[in-house]
């Protein structure tokens, strides 16, 4: 695949590792925000390798591909895609990197639906492996198969999801070990450390190694049968966001941004957990290049 022109539009910490990830590939990138402080951050950050634009519509001007980065806001999301859906090349491809707006919402503001479908990267996109690729009702084929082709190129496994559903499939899996853990916790059967400790030293290591699937048929199907009689009805159904969630967030303990959460994170912590994640993620992105 040839050097492509591409959009990407928001300047956040994902759009700005997006870009990133682009460029190293070799392809003509120009970035567009609302702040253009953040445009001439994302510039500096990138070494000038990126172009800056003052509107969407002139980034997404004659491009071949567009990723949308913004606010998880339907209305944002929706009339920026109508925005520049006109100003795309011919057979440009519109993507959103939503990771929890329907697609098929998003795209119906658009002349030609046939053109979007859902890109989700994950954090920090230059050194996960994986790209969700998100198809609404009206995706076409060939945007699916360009979509693919971009990914390929740039080094991505893709995990197609062909039901346009809340949350898509990682987040799925996230939130669902998300509800068992918050719930362990509010019961006192275990502290949020040692959940921590429990999947960084047990699932963490497993999973790099093998998907679920392939553990189950390792395991034993048999066992997993067994098992199952006495965890499925066992494990927390609710539906609603765990009342821990909701009791730190009133403290103003928003995690790390806000320097507190379920742990204290002074700048030294922080910098720590950036760079073991770092060193963990290319570990696990090296294991993914050598599987089967």
Known sequence: MGPLRVAVLGGGTMGREIARVFVTAGHEVTVWSRSPE??????????????GADSAADAANGADLVVETIVEDLGLKTALLAEVEPCLAADGVLTTNTSSLSITRLARGLRNPSRLLGMHWFHPASHMPLVELVLGADTAPDTLERAERVCASLGKSTVLVREDIPGFVVNRLQYALM???????????????????????????RWCASGLFELMDLAGLNTVR????????????????????EQLCAEGR??????????????DRLTRAG???????????????DRP
């Open 38 to 51: 953040t445009v001439a951050a994302v510039r500096a950050d990138l070494d000038g390798a990126v172009a």
């Open 254 to 267: 928003r995690g790390a941004t806000s320097g507190s959460g379920f742990y204290a994170w002074a700048a």
């Open 226 to 245: 067994r098992v199952s009689k006495v965890i499925m009805p066992a494990l927390s159904t609710d539906a609603e966001v765990p009342e821990l969630i």
């Open 275 to 289: 760079h073991a994640r770092t060193a963990f993620l290319t570990l696990a992105r090296d294991l993914a290049r």
């Open 179 to 205: 509800r068992e853990a918050l719930a362990l916790v509010a019961a006192g059967v275990v502290s949020a450390e040692d959940i921590d400790l429990a999947v960084s030293g047990t699932l963490g290591p």
